[in-house]
T-cell receptor, first 113, second 109 residues
């Protein structure tokens, strides 16, 4: 069984740029959730994808967008980066939207300068 | 407003002592409550969920709807319990999980 993987591990971007983060879900999982974790805080829910459709969204602006592919891997895109977007971005996969246990990836550390 | 509060950022106890990590929540409805743990250099992982009512690694947590609390307890702390602990809530619709800010548990020898 392959666990959740995320790429890249870390990256540095400049304010105003765009970034794409990637997540491969655990084998057999069809749901992916994305979280933002600022330093010293708990993860904050960004959105969830279930079978390639956005299934719910947290309190994040539209410049945070996502995609889920037929193999259930997922991307998080952030446009017009701001300094406050600097954080650890986590993805978690599960078998059933809203029901299954979430398995987390190691995260991508994004620094915006 | 939906909220999870963990009042202690850091909790330090001696090995063998009882430990209680506090969690209070605010939610209008019947949420599902979880405890997640993150050991050093490891990823976030589920420790236990209230609906399963089981003990994991000696930890238990009881949902108290009257006090809107879900405190995590262990009668005898071990050094390997040192980690970051997050309380979390999943509400109606099931898609959104809300995390507390976390409590770092340090078990001293």
């Amino acid at each position: 069984e392959t666990g959740v993987t995320q790429s890249p591990t870390h990256l540095i971007k400049t304010r105003g740029q765009q970034v794409t983060l990637r997540c491969s879900s655990q084998s057999g999982h069809n749901t992916v959730s994305w979280y933002q974790q600022a330093l010293g805080q708990g993860p904050q829910f960004i959105f969830q994808y279930y079978r390639e459709e956005e299934n719910g969204r947290g309190n994040f602006p539209p410049r945070f967008s996502g995609l889920q592919f037929p193999n259930y891997s997922s991307e998080l895109n952030v446009n017009a980066l701001e300094l406050d977007d600097s954080a650890l971005y986590l993805c978690a996969s599960s078998t059933l939207a809203g029901v299954g246990e979430q398995y987390f990836g190691p995260g991508t550390r994004l620094t915006v300068t | 407003a939906q909220r999870v509060t963990q009042p202690e950022k850091l909790l330090s106890v001696f090995k063998g002592a009882p430990v209680e990590l506090k969690c209070n929540y605010s939610y209008s409805g019947s949420p599902e409550l979880f405890w997640y743990v993150q050991y050093s250099r490891q990823r976030l992982q589920l420790l236990l969920r209230h609906i399963s009512r089981e003990s994991i690694k000696g930890f238990t947590a009881d949902l108290n709807k009257g006090e809107t609390s879900f405190h995590l307890k262990k009668p005898f702390a071990q050094e390997e319990d040192s980690a970051m602990y997050y309380c979390a809530l999943r509400g109606g619709g099931g898609f959104k999980t809300i995390f507390g800010a976390g409590t770092r548990l340090f078990v001293k020898a």
